[in-house]
């Protein structure tokens, strides 16, 4: 069954270095989103992508965090600088519509640490 | 702005029983969807089962059903003669009919115990 894949699976970075989270969606989807879980936390949604442009994006996705679909493949979340408080566990998720009722198909996560 | 509660941070429960997961959630919208996520340890969510607002019938997916009662705002989870593969974090979501995002309750981790 296709699943939606994340890599990498564990990064450290340094507060203020730029991080580069892949996430690779099912093939034959058109939405992607990206959610964020810190330690101990509710998930919470930052971004929803479509046509190559953002759809939607919490107050969270500030200007520090932008999303890219390089090719017809990836689809990644940048965090230009990175700060301590954006360690957390980011997801991606794909759906293959928008309409509500649609199951978001999420990734196993990668687990960013910042020092 | 729209919250999912769930109150019981842990949860377990024998082989073959019956356990209950409890959710709740405000909303002043009429038109959303419910959902509830599984995530067994190390893995990706994965959805269990789902539940349009309008409709009054409660979902069910096998083992798995929704006690859902849309005026009081709660939306909890049975889950019938639990198995060991059951055992996992369930989260409890909400989805605005006119928007992207799933909106999470902080989950429950169930554990069954043989």
């Known amino acids: 069954e296709p699943e939606v894949t994340q890599t990498p699976s564990h990064q450290v970075t340094q507060m203020g270095q730029e991080v580069i989270l892949r996430c690779v969606p099912i093939?034959?989807?058109?939405?992607f989103y990206w959610y964020r879980q810190i330690l101990g936390q509710k998930v919470e949604f930052l971004v929803s992508?479509?046509?190559?442009?953002?759809?939607?994006k919490s107050e969270i996705f500030d200007d520090q965090f932008s999303v890219e679909r390089p090719d017809g493949s990836n689809f990644t979340l940048k965090i230009r600088s990175t700060k301590l408080e954006d360690s957390a566990m980011y997801f991606c998720?794909?759906?293959?519509?928008?309409?509500?009722?649609?199951?978001?198909?999420f990734g196993p996560g990668t687990r960013l640490t910042v020092l | 702005a729209q919250t999912v509660t769930q109150s019981q941070p842990e949860m377990s429960v024998q082989e073959a029983e019956t356990v209950t997961l409890s959710c709740t959630y405000d909303?002043?919208?009429?038109?959303?969807?419910l959902f509830w996520y599984k995530q067994p340890p190390s893995r990706q969510m994965i959805l269990v089962i789902r539940?349009?607002?309008?409709?009054?019938q409660n979902a069910t997916e096998n083992r798995f059903s929704v006690n859902f009662q849309k005026a009081a705002k709660s939306f909890s989870l049975k889950i019938s003669d639990s198995q060991l593969g059951d055992a996992a974090m369930y989260f409890c979501?909400?989805?605005?009919?006119?928007?992207?995002?799933?909106?999470f309750g902080t989950g429950t981790r169930l554990q069954v115990f043989p």
């Open positions: 998720a794909s759906s293959p519509g928008i309409a509500s009722y649609n199951e978001q198909f």
């Open positions: 539940q349009e607002a309008y409709k009054q």
């Open positions: 909303t002043s919208e009429s038109d959303y969807y």
């Open positions: 093939s034959n989807h058109l939405y």
């Open positions: 992508f479509y046509n190559n442009e953002i759809s939607e």
């Open positions: 979501a909400y989805r605005s009919a006119d928007a992207d995002k799933l909106i």
